[in-house]
């Protein structure tokens, strides 16, 4: 996906009502956690491992990489940037991400930063045989020819020449989130053990979402 950031600032770690954008000017006095009074800079934040403030970016993730970043008419090279985290693009070269940018103006025009990336986790060897496991099934499937296996999963019983077997109803275990692969049950019930149907998530009304151009 392509989207247009804004730069994450300290503020946006502060509720709403502690600060006011407009008012304040460059620094925000706040309340830290240990109960001391602090100055928020809008300019940048520094972390809780970082001796000095870092610019950065966030990105919805998580970040499988990242295709390109644009800044204007420039490409930014990768060593200028990493990410951190699922969704944080940190800027190395000294330079900082813009404050703000004209969301009116074209990608590659004067005044516009745009982020290209490509969202997903890193699959490890287990996860690589599984989905080969589970194509292989599925290729078999494709050529519609007896005794693939495929088409044997749609039968609970066979008898031939005096052999009796008896298979599991499908029905029952496409119900419990599995799919009769070995491979890949076993890495389902390893990376989800308690059969969610979806991963959990948590929305924040303080978080600022990067804008997605949508049309045209």
Do not use: F
């Not at 799919?179 to 019930?189: H, I, K, N, S, V």
């Amino acid at each position: 996906m392509t989207v247009r950031p804004c730069r994450r600032a300290c503020l946006d770690l502060l509720p709403r009502y502690l600060v006011s954008w407009g008012t304040a000017g460059p620094w925000i006095p706040y309340i830290g956690t240990d109960g001391a009074w602090r100055n928020a800079s809008v300019c940048g934040c520094s972390g809780d491992c970082s001796c000095g403030e870092l610019c950065e970016i966030y990105l919805p993730g998580p970040v499988y990489d990242v295709v390109s970043v644009q800044e204007g008419a420039v490409v930014l090279p990768a060593t200028a940037y990493r990410v951190d985290n699922s969704g944080d693009l940190v800027r190395l070269d000294g330079a900082c991400w813009p404050s703000c940018q004209d969301m009116a103006a074209a990608i590659g025009e004067p005044d516009t930063l745009a982020v290209t990336y490509r969202t997903g986790l890193q699959l490890d060897e287990s996860a690589t045989a599984a989905v080969s496991e589970l194509t292989c099934h599925l290729l078999k499937g494709c050529g519609g020819s007896c005794g693939c296996a495929a088409a044997g999963r749609n039968v609970n019983k066979v008898t031939r020449q005096g052999l009796q077997l008896e298979m599991a109803d499908p029905t029952l275990i496409y119900s419990e989130g599995r799919t009769g692969l070995p491979l890949c049950d076993l890495w389902l019930a390893a990376v989800n053990p308690y059969r969610l149907t979806s991963a959990s998530r948590v929305y924040s009304p303080d978080l600022r979402r990067p804008r997605i151009q949508r049309a045209p």
